[in-house]
């Protein structure tokens, strides 16, 4: 079998998973040469237009191909927020595949200037702060247009106070989703 998608490869490793409760021996010979670049990445599943699992890193120390297979099954069986994605699903499920740009360390002068910047661009943030850290992908964007509510949602998800974001000691790390 020749894997020419990164959806393909995904769906391949949690159908996989889900018969034989072992990950997939994927040789490098069945993927596309894009696939075998080191890149980090994270995996979006939906059933019925509904978020089921979103694992990932933001670490590209391994070929893409195999943060794939990983964080294909970690979203299907792993995701803490869900339940362990049931085979009956897999007619229904939607899988998108997050290839992220190196982060970059965003410093702003102000809470003003970050927040016209965020609107501007719309990129993907990591926030780190009080030892806590948490990430929104670009496509966030889509639900949480306005920029402060963004925020305050991903310092929720960080565990951290809502207002967090307008620490100065917390940090900002920015990326892109790179796009086919």
């Given at each position: 079998m020749r894997f020419k998608t990164k959806e393909e490869l995904a769906r391949f490793a949690i159908e996989f998973f889900l018969k034989t409760g072992r990950p997939p021996a994927v040789e490098p010979l069945t993927v596309e040469e894009d696939l075998k670049e080191k890149k980090a990445c994270f995996v979006s599943l939906y059933v019925g237009g509904q978020l089921r699992g979103c694992v990932g890193t933001v670490e590209a120390d391994k070929p893409l191909y195999q943060q794939i297979i990983k964080y294909s099954i970690e979203s299907a069986v792993h995701d803490w927020r869900f339940s362990p994605l049931a085979e009956k699903e897999l007619k229904d499920l939607k899988i998108e595949v997050s290839v992220l740009t190196p982060l970059s360390?965003?410093?702003?002068?102000?809470?003003?200037?970050?927040?016209?910047?965020?609107?501007?661009?719309?990129?993907?943030?990591?926030?780190?702060?009080?030892?806590?850290q948490a990430l929104f992908l670009p496509q966030v964007w889509e639900k949480l247009a306005e920029p402060s509510e963004f925020l305050k949602e991903l310092c929720l998800k960080a565990g951290v106070a809502a207002k967090s974001w307008e620490e100065k000691t917390v940090e900002f790390w920015l990326f892109e989703v790179e796009k086919d």
């Open positions: 360390r965003y410093k702003p002068d102000s809470s003003e200037a970050l927040l016209n910047y965020l609107k501007e661009k719309k990129p993907g943030v990591l926030i780190k702060f009080a030892g806590r």
